[in-house]
């Protein structure tokens, strides 16, 4: 495969290392690949800008962080007008309609989709966007399979939420389907 | 049956380096950016019977695994510069009275408080002179979390084998970054278990007097054996004494113990050095950047190597002259104003060729950041 | 066992200045410690740095000689790890309670089974005669040339408030009672402080112009009362001795045996 970068941006609370660290580990642990999670964050533990980087390789990876995404993800509008700038020309670009108001056109696929929007009115528990964002971005990259997500889930979430999770993740990959080009 | 794999931060693979090793007794105080070993041992430690405190401050940390490790205990605590700082008068004693036990070290930007969340090795100096007066000391590190593991069984094996606090000296790079860790079955790394003696109840024990071989069987308090211990200068029953002939016995076998074995000490990776024109020096999550760049500039066939150093006190000279011997040029890449850059000068045949590649500003460092200063040194300008 | 057996004989005599104290809280802990009947091979003994902490090197027990003010803290880690042993933590005022006043009151928050003992001279006697946080006001030190302006702390409030759950104070002149009170802080099962007020003739005495050790000896019987005595009420300016606190409350190494059975869930 193609060596992938992935940022994920946003505001601390949001789960976004949460979601870098569930699509990191689904690699390495159920698809045999290479993968490294690292983050960087300020003295907040709640709000705040928040990043966190993912490589995913079947080669080994060594210098650890992401310069140039080819998949930047951000969930506020602080991250994307800190982010927007570095992603790699040809990447993917996916952000909340709700949160984020694109400006500028980048060199890259666009895609900006109501996933917060449909988490709270299908689920109505904001506390799975970002499962919500990792199923969307599923379906536009097929980075992992869903299943591998799932078995992740599982051993991460108690089992009372694994449902809400399922639905979320299955939510976000309907999005990411209909944005598919 | 397969191997468990695990998808963990740097921090628990020195965790689970460190129980694989035999750790029963941790004693620490939070700090970031290790914080997590604290955490997850809060855990571990109680569900196997073993010991976890929290203490007051750094200094009590140090001095209670001090104190557990003399029980015959395997004891660990960690914590980052500003408690390390803290920690370095019963560093000293620990040296002193030769006193098995792994501190750890994940760094972060200073002086004083710095920047806690960002990355240094600032520290590498302090873990060498920090505290006062002529000693010796171990200091190891590692760059991912493979190697985290079974460093930090060897910081256990070497204390035990040493009668010596020993080192490991992280980054925040490395602590808080995730990826695989592959846990070895039981007795796939070797383990050191504590030597004792095997002198009798009612016999005479001298728990500072070195065998043959250099090393000293020890006693567990609550034993047969009572002796004494202190951070004075001692006797080979361990108590003070000020007689010019045992003062400087005990100051040349504390520093010999250690300095005359850098050599078997000295763990250490070899990348492509056989035809290396250019020898990088790299240790901790500054091997990182070194290595991908090494990877990228050999694809396009420049020769380009990367020594990288687990061991870096005592100061493992002799390895590093040897490989670069053939250098044109030797580049020490660290993320503090050249650190150990003196001892690389030292140890080589031509200091003049001697280069840093560092950052100072919090930033891990980059393979772009080494190659440029690859170029400059080349003459070709960045 | 005798007395002396106790004792690492080849160490004497001792290196405290003829008058001193020290010897006499010697001799009331090693008193104590046969009443009890206790194994040499039982006892740790864990002291700091300073006159009083060199009292670890005269006893034939498991001993550590550590560092400044630091004792309690070795000594928390020793316990946790054998709970089975007794440990004694004898220590100097400033020891104890200036540059190791934070160990002192975390050992006493926990009620970790530890026996300390405050030998309160108030002064550094090692250092050769500068004011310690139990000098008080008004006290002539090598560092205090026009006397002392800080206030002491009383120990005994102090290991109240920060919860230990045995504190007794005795003094050099009532050897009787100082052993008794020993006795009783080891066999407490929780944090136990044993403030002894003791006598430094050669640097507080001869700074203070109080006379020597006969006088500062007598000087403590006619300063101090027993605890709750009607002397007490109609002079205030009297020090109690006497047990001031002895609570049964849960000690921290029995806690921490019944945390393992939680977190092992039954398993061991």
Same mark, same amino acid.
């Not at chain 2, 196997?48 to 557990?68: T, V």
């Not at chain 2, 004494?241 to 010999?256: I, K, Q």
């Not at chain 3, 403030?195 to 050790?213: H, M, S, W």
């Given at each position: 495969?193609?060596?992938?970068?992935?940022?994920?941006?946003?505001?601390?609370?949001?789960?976004?290392?949460?979601?870098?660290?569930?699509?990191?580990?689904?690699?390495?642990?159920?698809?045999?690949?290479?993968?490294?999670?690292?983050?960087?964050?300020?003295?907040?533990?709640?709000?705040?800008?928040?990043?966190?980087?993912?490589?995913?390789?079947?080669?080994?990876?060594?210098?650890?962080?992401?310069?140039?995404?080819?998949?930047?993800?951000?969930?506020?509008?602080?991250?994307?007008?800190?982010?927007?700038?570095?992603?790699?020309?040809?990447?993917?670009?996916?952000?909340?309609?709700?949160?984020?108001?694109?400006?500028?056109?980048?060199?890259?696929?666009?895609?900006?989709?109501?996933?917060?929007?449909?988490?709270?009115?299908?689920?109505?528990?904001?506390?799975?966007?970002?499962?919500?964002?990792?199923?969307?971005?599923?379906?536009?990259?097929?980075?992992?399979?869903?299943?591998?997500?799932?078995?992740?889930?599982?051993?991460?979430?108690?089992?009372?939420?694994?449902?809400?999770?399922?639905?979320?993740?299955?939510?976000?990959?309907?999005?990411?389907?209909?944005?598919?080009? | 049956?397969?191997?468990?794999?695990?998808?963990?931060?740097?921090?628990?693979?020195?965790?689970?380096?460190? =129980?694989?090793?035999? /750790?029963?007794?941790?004693? !620490?105080?939070? @700090?970031?950016?290790?914080? *997590? $070993? +604290?955490? #997850? =041992?809060?855990?571990? /430690?109680?569900?196997?019977? !073993?010991?976890? @405190?929290?203490?007051?401050? *750094? $200094? +009590?940390? #140090?001095?209670?695994?001090?104190?557990?490790?003399?029980? !015959?205990?395997?004891?660990?605590?960690?914590?980052?510069?500003?408690?390390?700082?803290?920690?370095?008068?019963?560093?000293?004693?620990?040296?002193?009275?030769?006193?098995?036990?792994?501190?750890?070290?994940?760094?972060?930007?200073?002086?004083?408080?710095?920047?806690?969340?960002?990355?240094?090795?600032?520290?590498?100096?302090?873990?060498?002179?920090?505290?006062?007066?002529?000693?010796?000391?171990?200091?190891?590190?590692?760059?991912?979390?493979?190697?985290?593991?079974?460093?930090?069984?060897?910081?256990?094996?070497?204390?035990?084998?040493?009668?010596?606090?020993?080192?490991?000296?992280?980054?925040?790079?490395?602590?808080?970054?995730?990826?695989?860790?592959?846990?070895?079955?039981?007795?796939?790394?070797?383990?050191?278990?504590?030597?004792?003696?095997?002198?009798?109840?009612?016999?005479?024990?001298?728990?500072?007097?070195?065998?043959?071989?250099?090393?000293?069987?020890?006693?567990?308090?609550?034993?047969?054996?009572?002796?004494?211990?202190?951070?004075?200068?001692?006797?080979?029953?361990?108590?003070?004494?000020?007689?010019?002939?045992?003062?400087?016995?005990?100051?040349?076998?504390?520093?010999?113990?250690?300095?005359?074995?850098?050599?078997?000490?000295?763990?250490?990776?070899?990348?492509?050095?056989?035809?290396?024109?250019?020898?990088?020096?790299?240790?901790?999550?500054?091997?990182?950047?070194?290595?991908?760049?090494?990877?990228?500039?050999?694809?396009?066939?420049?020769?380009?190597?990367?020594?990288?150093?687990?061991?870096?006190?005592?100061?493992?000279?002799?390895?590093?002259?040897?490989?670069?011997?053939?250098?044109?040029?030797?580049?020490?890449?660290?993320?503090?104003?050249?650190?150990?850059?003196?001892?690389?000068?030292?140890?080589?045949?031509?200091?003049?060729?001697?280069?840093?590649?560092?950052?100072?500003?919090?930033?891990?460092?980059?393979?772009?950041?080494?190659?440029?200063?690859?170029?400059?040194?080349?003459?070709?300008?960045? | 066992?005798?007395?002396?057996?106790?004792?690492?004989?080849?160490?004497?005599?001792?290196?405290?200045?003829?008058?001193?104290?020290?010897?006499?809280?010697?001799?009331?802990?090693?008193?104590?410690?046969?009443?009890?009947?206790?194994?040499?091979?039982?006892?740790?003994?864990?002291?700091?740095?300073?006159?009083?902490?060199?009292?670890?090197?005269?006893?034939?027990?498991?001993?550590?000689?550590?560092?400044?003010?630091?004792?309690?803290?070795?000594?928390?880690?020793?316990?946790?790890?054998?709970?089975?042993?007794?440990?004694?933590?004898?220590?100097?005022?400033?020891?104890?309670?200036?540059?190791?006043?934070?160990?002192?009151?975390?050992?006493?928050?926990?009620?970790?089974?530890?026996?300390?003992?405050?030998?309160?001279?108030?002064?550094?006697?090692?250092?050769?005669?500068?004011?310690?946080?139990?000098?008080?006001?008004?006290?002539?030190?090598?560092?205090?040339?026009?006397?002392?302006?800080?206030?002491?702390?009383?120990?005994?409030?102090?290991?109240?408030?920060?919860?230990?759950?045995?504190?007794?104070?005795?003094?050099?002149?009532?050897?009787?009672?100082?052993?008794?009170?020993?006795?009783?802080?080891?066999?407490?099962?929780?944090?136990?402080?044993?403030?002894?007020?003791?006598?430094?003739?050669?640097?507080?005495?001869?700074?203070?112009?109080?006379?020597?050790?006969?006088?500062?000896?007598?000087?403590?019987?006619?300063?101090?009362?027993?605890?709750?005595?009607?002397?007490?009420?109609?002079?205030?300016?009297?020090?109690?001795?006497?047990?001031?606190?002895?609570?049964?409350?849960?000690?921290?190494?029995?806690?921490?045996?019944?945390?393992?059975?939680?977190?092992?869930?039954?398993?061991?």
């Amino acid at each position: 495969m193609e060596r992938c970068r992935l940022v994920f941006s946003g505001s601390g609370g949001q789960g976004v290392i949460t979601a870098a660290i569930i699509l990191a580990e689904a690699a390495v642990l159920h698809e045999g690949l290479n993968a490294v999670q690292s983050q960087s964050y300020g003295a907040e533990a709640r709000g705040g800008a928040t990043r966190s980087d993912v490589i995913i390789a079947d080669t080994p990876i060594y210098y650890p962080k992401v310069l140039q995404p080819n998949v930047l993800v951000c969930l506020t509008q602080e991250a994307y007008n800190k982010f927007s700038g570095i992603i790699r020309p040809g990447g993917l670009l996916l952000t909340d309609s709700r949160y984020v108001k694109t400006q500028r056109k980048v060199d890259a696929l666009q895609r900006e989709l109501p996933m917060y929007r449909s988490v709270l009115e299908t689920i109505g528990k904001p506390i799975v966007f970002n499962i919500c964002m990792l199923g969307a971005l599923l379906s536009l990259t097929d980075l992992v399979r869903p299943e591998s997500i799932l078995k992740v889930l599982e051993s991460r979430v108690p089992a009372d939420f694994l449902e809400m999770n399922r639905k979320a993740l299955e939510l976000g990959m309907r999005l990411g389907e209909s944005a598919r080009v | 049956m397969g191997k468990t794999v695990r998808f963990v931060q740097g921090n628990e693979a020195c965790v689970e380096g460190a =129980l694989y090793a035999g /750790l029963n007794f941790y004693a !620490g105080y939070p @700090i970031t950016p290790s914080t *997590e $070993i +604290a955490e #997850l =041992l809060s855990l571990k /430690l109680p569900q196997r019977g !073993g010991k976890f @405190i929290q203490m007051e401050d *750094e $200094i +009590a940390s #140090l001095c209670a695994i001090i104190g557990a490790s003399l029980t !015959g205990c395997k004891v660990m605590t960690a914590t980052s510069g500003p408690g390390f700082s803290l920690m370095q008068e019963a560093l000293g004693y620990a040296v002193m009275a030769e006193i098995p036990c792994v501190i750890v070290d994940v760094q972060r930007g200073g002086p004083s408080t710095g920047i806690p969340t960002h990355v240094s090795q600032g520290d590498v100096n302090q873990a060498r002179w920090g505290t006062h007066g002529d000693h010796a000391i171990i200091t190891l590190t590692a760059s991912n979390h493979q190697d985290v593991f079974a460093i930090t069984v060897e910081a256990f094996n070497l204390s035990e084998t040493y009668r010596t606090p020993v080192i490991l000296l992280f980054d925040e790079v490395v602590a808080h970054m995730r990826e695989k860790l592959v846990l070895p079955e039981p007795g796939e790394l070797h383990t050191v278990e504590r030597l004792k003696t095997a002198v009798k109840e009612g016999v005479d024990y001298h728990p500072y007097l070195p065998r043959e071989d250099g090393r000293l069987p020890m006693s567990d308090f609550g034993g047969v054996h009572r002796y004494n211990v202190t951070g004075l200068v001692h006797d080979m029953w361990g108590f003070p004494s000020t007689e010019p002939r045992v003062v400087h016995g005990l100051l040349r076998h504390l520093v010999d113990k250690i300095e005359n074995r850098a050599h078997e000490l000295a763990r250490f990776k070899e990348f492509h050095l056989d035809d290396a024109d250019i020898v990088l020096i790299a240790y901790g999550s500054s091997a990182r950047s070194a290595l991908h760049l090494v990877e990228e500039r050999r694809r396009r066939g420049e020769r380009l190597g990367l020594l990288e150093l687990q061991t870096l006190w005592p100061f493992p000279a002799d390895v590093v002259r040897t490989r670069c011997s053939r250098a044109r040029a030797v580049v020490v890449v660290e993320m503090n104003m050249g650190q150990l850059l003196p001892s690389v000068k030292l140890a080589v045949e031509r200091p003049d060729r001697v280069f840093l590649a560092n950052r100072i500003d919090g930033v891990f460092i980059t393979p772009a950041d080494i190659h440029n200063i690859l170029r400059i040194i080349q003459g070709k300008g960045v | 066992m005798a007395v002396k057996d106790y004792l690492r004989e080849r160490f004497f005599p001792h290196l405290w200045c003829p008058g001193c104290g020290h010897g006499e809280v010697l001799g009331g802990l090693i008193r104590a410690i046969e009443r009890l009947g206790l194994r040499k091979n039982d006892i740790v003994m864990v002291s700091g740095i300073g006159c009083s902490s060199r009292i670890v090197g005269y006893v034939d027990f498991h001993t550590m000689h550590t560092i400044h003010g630091r004792a309690l803290a070795f000594a928390t880690g020793v316990k946790l790890a054998r709970p089975e042993l007794t440990l004694i933590v004898p220590m100097g005022d400033g020891d104890a309670l200036a540059i190791g006043g934070n160990h002192f009151i975390h050992a006493a928050r926990r009620n970790i089974d530890l026996t300390a003992i405050v030998m309160n001279n108030r002064i550094y006697g090692m250092t050769g005669g500068q004011f310690s946080p139990l000098s008080g006001v008004n006290v002539s030190a090598t560092t205090a040339p026009f006397r002392t302006i800080d206030k002491s702390f009383d120990i005994v409030e102090l290991s109240r408030a920060a919860g230990a759950t045995f504190v007794a104070r005795s003094t050099t002149y009532h050897a009787q009672h100082l052993s008794e009170v020993i006795e009783k802080a080891i066999r407490h099962k929780g944090f136990s402080v044993v403030e002894v007020l003791t006598q430094c003739p050669t640097y507080f005495g001869r700074k203070n112009r109080i006379g020597d050790a006969p006088e500062m000896v007598k000087w403590l019987k006619d300063h101090t009362t027993p605890v709750g005595s009607k002397a007490k009420q109609e002079n205030p300016a009297l020090i109690e001795r006497g047990v001031f606190v002895d609570l049964e409350a849960p000690e921290y190494c029995e806690e921490y045996g019944r945390l393992v059975e939680r977190a092992m869930g039954g398993r061991r």
